[in-house]
């Protein structure tokens, strides 16, 4: 079957009950990662002198969480791939699930600090141009 530019095949697609089961382990990766960006962005300029100076055997008291903390985010922003959930925007914790609606491949889409999932958009769209989802269950 030919597929049009704007069509996705995605490797999982959620009910949105199956989107809402994983927020509380979505909530765990994401804020993981928050903390270790947070990590990241306050030991930055000490890793960069460091590493400027790595061929003069320098170092960095910071060296140990700066990685750590790359692993940290690597590890479950991995996590979260493997569940099949799309993340757009690490700062906001903003997720897509792929969903079929009408026939068709849309986004779910939630965002950390939400109790569920109560937002779609088109693929083609994002965050900005979400709609709410019907009360309809034939809608979802």
């Not at 949105?16 to 382990?25: D, G, K, R, V, Y």
């Not at 947070?38 to 061929?55: I, K, P």
């Amino acid at each position: 079957m030919a597929h049009g530019e704007n069509e996705i095949t995605p490797e999982r697609v959620f009910s949105l009950s199956e989107a809402n089961h994983l927020i509380p382990q979505l909530q765990n990766h994401l804020s993981t990662v928050q903390e270790g960006k947070e990590v990241l962005v306050r030991t930055r300029e000490e890793v960069s002198r460091a590493s400027a100076n790595a061929a003069f055997g320098g170092g960095t008291a910071v060296g140990r969480p700066y990685v750590k903390s790359l692993l940290d985010i690597s590890t479950h922003l991995q996590a979260i791939h493997e569940l099949g959930v799309v993340v757009k925007d690490i700062d906001l914790g903003l997720c897509d699930f792929p969903h079929i609606r009408n026939g068709r491949v849309v986004y779910l889409c939630w965002k950390l600090g939400e109790k569920e999932v109560r937002w779609w958009h088109e693929v083609t769209n994002g965050y900005k141009d979400r709609r709410p989802i019907e009360e309809d269950p034939s809608e979802i």
